[in-house]
């Protein structure tokens, strides 16, 4: 058997041409089983030939329809054709791009200039869907295994190394760093979202810099509507609460959702729910009071008393420990903050007789007054955790736990041997996002390139020839 591929291309203008690809030959006395239909070479191979006279005849149709001006109809001059690459998902391909001579018609004065039309279609020698893969291999695999994997099932150039992918999905993060995240469909009025909100760490580029940085994750959820996570370096934004707004408003489709903001009340996260421009309901973690009250149940289990005093003291102490979490399940805060006085109390009084029961009283003195700071600190978020319990709504941060193990700690801690800087973390985390919400191909799809601002000479120039609205075609 002997198979020919050819391929007949038909133009906007009824021109067309056909090329031949490859010959397959399967003769049936060497048929086995490894060359029962096409290799990945060979396929690999037909898919670059494709490319390359796909990509040649669209050069060619653009330059031929270019070439007629549409307000004189005339035929433009061409200066010369150059060989041109451009990065495809099948290859690099070459072709040949052609330099016209713009028509002066369009102005008073005969400036003529040389152009590419096909620079417009192709400005960064890539095409926009290899850029978008590489973006998304990247926010999930490290760059080197990108590269292999490219390799290995696509017909990419040799030179494509790490760096070049880097670069490429640095740049798209940037990308979607610069679009604003697109308005959802309203939701019901009756929706709550709950915001949660985590911080977690990555390690910094170079320790003479910073040893690691901080990155806050969280997700946005709600019942019957799809989820959504975020993060970013949170050195980097002047302005979190802005940033938040823009994302809350986004995905729940109103400008006053109703929000209920839940973080674990470290590093000032309790403060961001205040700077929002609409009302929320500010919840502090329960597993981490929980936590803490669990570390006082556990120092009182441990200690060794053995005088009756001690012995008197550790009963009293397990009994004002014993109902301390259900004040804070019901909201019984004043009851907490006085059974928590009376621990401190008995850790101050009690003079201990047993070695290591000092000790005990010590570190229990300690987690005690780390308590009531920490419940201070976060006033007005220890809400009524059964009754919101009750009604099935979220009363940890489980979920902004998962996210900052879904978005940071699979790509760049966890089994990741590397170090970043803030500002290649943030970049590649907007990526990450995008493709965990499923909206990277739209976000950079809605990029638009700042135009550069004429400098004032050039505007001066144009003003005094009566020019100020020219704008020239494309180099």
């Avoid at 030959?25 to 390359?52: C, F, I, M, N, T």
């Avoid at 009071?289 to 012995?311: C, D």
């Avoid at 003079?351 to 700071?373: H, K, W």
Wanted: proline fraction near 5%; include cysteine.
């Amino acid at each position: 058997m002997k198979i020919t591929i050819r391929v007949e291309v038909t133009t906007d203008y009824g021109e067309s041409a056909t090329f031949e690809i490859c010959d397959i030959e399967r003769p049936y006395r060497e048929l086995e089983p490894a060359k029962v239909g096409l290799s990945l070479a060979e396929g690999k191979d037909v898919l670059h030939e494709l490319q390359k006279i796909v990509v040649a005849m669209q050069a060619e149709e653009v330059c031929m329809l270019r070439r007629f001006c549409t307000r004189c109809h005339r035929f433009l001059e061409l200066k010369d054709r150059r060989i041109r690459k451009v990065d495809t998902v099948f290859g690099t391909v070459p072709f040949r791009s052609a330099r016209i001579i713009c028509c002066p018609c369009g102005t008073p004065l005969p400036m003529e200039f040389p152009y590419s039309p096909m620079t417009e279609y192709v400005p960064e020698r890539a095409t926009s869907e290899l850029l978008a893969l590489e973006a998304k291999l990247s926010a999930q695999m490290p760059y080197r295994q990108v590269v292999s994997m490219m390799r290995e099932f696509l017909p990419v150039r040799e030179t494509l190394n790490h760096v070049t992918v880097r670069n490429r999905a640095l740049r798209a993060g940037a990308r979607i760093e610069a679009v604003q995240p697109r308005m959802r469909e309203p939701s019901s009025e009756d929706t709550e979202w709950t915001l949660t909100i985590d911080g977690g760490f990555v390690r910094g580029r170079r320790k003479s810099e910073c040893s690691s940085f901080e990155v806050l994750t969280g997700r946005l959820t709600a019942k019957g509507q799809a989820s959504h996570v975020f993060a970013f370096v949170r050195n980097k934004l002047p302005d979190i609460a802005e940033r938040l707004t823009a994302f809350v408003r986004a995905a729940s489709g109103t400008d006053r959702p109703r929000l209920s903001v839940i973080t674990d009340g470290a590093n000032g996260l309790q403060s961001i729910a205040d700077r929002l421009p609409f009302s929320c309901t500010p919840v502090l973690d329960w597993f981490h009071i929980s936590m803490r009250v669990r570390y006082l149940e556990q120092i009182v289990k441990g200690m060794r008393a053995k005088t009756a005093t001690e012995k008197a003291a550790r009963g009293v102490l397990i009994s004002r420990i014993d109902r301390l979490r259900w004040c804070f399940w019901h909201a019984q805060l004043e009851k907490a903050k006085n059974r928590m006085q009376g621990i401190l109390t008995i850790c101050r009084v009690i003079v201990p007789e047993t070695p290591g029961v000092a000790d005990s009283l010590a570190q229990l003195d300690y987690r005690a007054r780390e308590l009531v700071a920490y419940v201070d600190a976060n006033g007005g978020a220890t809400i009524n955790y059964g009754a919101r319990h009750r009604r099935n709504k979220p009363i940890s941060t489980a979920t902004a736990e998962s996210a900052v193990n879904q978005v940071l700690n699979q790509r760049m801690c966890k089994r990741q041997q590397m170090r970043w800087s803030p500002n290649g973390v943030h970049l590649l985390a907007q990526v990450r996002c995008a493709v965990i919400n499923g909206d990277l191909a739209e976000r950079l799809a809605r990029y638009e390139p700042p135009t550069e601002p004429r400098s004032p000479e050039l505007v001066d120039f144009l003003e005094q020839l009566g020019l100020s609205d020219y704008e020239p075609q494309g180099f």
